[in-house]
């Protein structure tokens, strides 16, 4: 008897679980000469709207538009929805965390044995900073908190075809705000103007394509640093440093920003490299202001869109001009320590119930239930418990995880087969400057990206940002303003593990809610 129960049971599980997992519709299938309109109208709108990127190779005075899918993705609806009702709460974490200086501090101080050159340099800034006296407590956090559908985790009783779980938290120089609410207006357009349908009629509804909010939301944060500092300093202006790279392509990403900054708020910026910065400005001895040398005006906000990586520190004087700027009175967006704070360290050391409950002790089960909902495993690779478990499994599931060290800005990362040699290439103690991460397998997509003027046709898996803004006490904890500011969609061919946009491995994107 139990036998036919069981078996039906079995059957009408998996038919149940088909009919309540939610589909997308089918993307367009275009004829050869829709698609070929389709791409001519792509590009000028991507041209003449500013969806721009210099190319690789660039020579300035040739531009061409980003990297971009030719429709929009798929995407649950429910699970973005929740990626965007959570980013308040993980903006008020780290700055719990950064204000926690006893519990972050030990962890800066160990990580930085293993990894010398970056994190310790930066932690050696910071303590160096505070030595000296940090007179600005207040700090600025453009955030983005990136995620991917996991489909490990789809469930047949729900009706949820898999949960946004965490990639990492950035901190500092997130990119793409300023070119995905184009993304999506482009897509939109393509909607709206009926390339998406070989008769010219619509093929997504109106609310299937949400636009993003992050270029107006993310230059408000900047503002609204700039006009606490007008404020408490009684400045009447002020300008905001942007501190870029040298050979910059994602410069029309910055730039919307920095117009909307203007357009809106009436604030000018002002774009330096790090080693053009000790001659073009001036700190008071006295009053740590800083101005610029050409104007006199005064620098309220220091905005990087560099010093994530070591290369941007590529000489002595570089980390000499972070620190003196980071002992002066502007708001920096991020400080160092805010900066520091988004090590996929302390990621992994946030990554349980009981380690988030200590930073959010108001929060209730549920609202801390949610936040951990996004978490993946993580371990470290140390002689704890959890380590030696996760040395075990490392060499014997690699397949299963990623093996990041402290590095932002991709390509850094270890995967897969190639961990465990990595691993043995290392002296065992140096492990500990890694960490251990299960690998949350999204669901492909077909889409079809276009790049310089080629189309590539393959499998696509896409990964969510979410970002957030903070403006916050470093000392106190105390938030000024914390919000939620839009979103993003990167694509990359399911074949690659790295997403980079500017680095060559993937395309913006925007999302198809269904
Ligand atoms: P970075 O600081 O260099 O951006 P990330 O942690 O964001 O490092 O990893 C880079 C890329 O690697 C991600 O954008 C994503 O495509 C992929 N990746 C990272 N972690 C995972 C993971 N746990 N599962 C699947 N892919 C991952
Ligand atoms: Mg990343």
Redesign the pocket.
Known sequence: MMFPFRRISKVSLVLARKLLMTTPKPLPTLNEDRQSELVNNLSHWALGNGLTMYPTNFELHNTGYAPVTLFPTPFPRKQFEKALAVQEDFNELYAQVVKNQEWLGPILEDLSQFDKDFTGKLWETYKEAKTIGIVQPVSLGLFRS?Y?VDTLSASSFDGVNGKI?Q??F?TVSVSFGGLSPKVAQLHRYLNENGNYHNEGKLHFEDDELPNSESTASLANGLAKAAAYYNSTESTDSSVVLVVVQDNERNVFDQRALEFDLLKRHKVRSIRLRMEDISASTDIDEKTKRVRLRATGEEVSVIYYRSAYAPSDFSNLQNWQTRLDLEVTKAIKCPSVLTQLSGC?KVQQILSTKEAIQQFLPTKNDQELSTLCDTF?KLYPLDNSELGKRAKKLAFEKPEQF?L?PQ???????IYKENIVPFLQSLDEKDWQGYIL??????PASKNKIIREGRIYEEDIIS?LGVFGTLLFNEDSGKILSNEVSGWLL?S?FSSS????VAAGFGCVDSVYLF
């Open positions: 990136d991917m779980k990639i990492e950035n996929k993946v990623v990041k590095r932002e800005g991709g390509g850094n990362n991460m299960e690998l949350i397998r999204p990964e990167r990359k593990n790295e997403g980079g």
